[in-house]
């Protein structure tokens, strides 16, 4: 779902640079404009900096849409509101690869869905391959990493369809012993320093 997350930032990042461009633009004009009033000894009026930004066909503008998406983003399409369903209407419309993104995201999560533990690692193997090659021929940067992480440890994530087990239980150990072990040089440097 970072994945996901990437893209809708990638483009929000693109249009805040292009709105600070165009404030820097902006104030230079007014520092100009303000220069030849000065020269010329006429009255100076500052005039405010308005961003002019397309709106969508909800009525958001692009970067609204881009920063209120971030939680529809999350969720699956049946679990969308009306107003993230319009949202998401708009946006995908706008941006397909934003889209592209987040079915390749959801496709990913329901292959992983704890519902097809049990089923055989082959099978699972082969649908992966399959998405694979899906994410492959959308070409989407955040996605492709995410894609060639997971092959990375493909093996790893194949072992929790045979019971289900993850390496919770291991993390959590893991937690509590360097907890402790804080703790205990905690103690140490206290003892020390009262020493």
């Not at 699956?76 to 009306?82: I, R, T, V």
């Not at 946006?91 to 704890?114: D, G, N, Q, T, V």
């Not at 699972?124 to 894609?147: G, Q, T």
């Not at 959590?172 to 040089?185: G, V, W, Y």
Request: hydrophobic share 30%; charged share 30%.
């Amino acid at each position: 779902m970072d994945s996901c997350q990437d893209t809708r930032i990638r483009y929000k990042q693109v249009l805040l640079s292009a709105k600070r461009l165009q404030y820097a633009t902006s104030k230079q004009q007014e520092q100009t404009r303000k220069q030849f009033c000065k020269e010329n000894n006429e009255p100076f009026v500052a005039k405010k900096f308005t961003y002019k930004s397309q709106k969508l066909s909800n009525g958001e503008t692009i970067l609204e849409a881009l920063s209120r998406s971030r939680y529809l983003l999350y969720k699956y399409p049946q679990n969308w509101s009306e107003t993230q369903r319009e949202r998401a209407v708009a946006l995908f419309e706008y941006y397909p690869e934003i889209e592209k993104s987040y079915k390749l995201c959801c496709k990913f999560r329901a292959w992983y869905s704890k519902e097809n533990v049990g089923r055989s690692v082959d099978a699972m193997r082969a649908e992966l391959r399959l998405w694979y090659s899906e994410v492959e021929k959308e070409n989407v940067l955040e996605m492709e990493n995410f894609s060639s992480l997971v092959e990375r440890h493909e093996g790893l994530i194949l072992n929790y369809f045979v019971n289900g087990d993850t390496n919770a239980i291991a993390e959590t150990m893991n937690s509590k012993n360097t907890a402790n072990d804080n703790s205990e040089q905690r103690h140490k440097k206290q003892r020390v320093f009262l020493a």
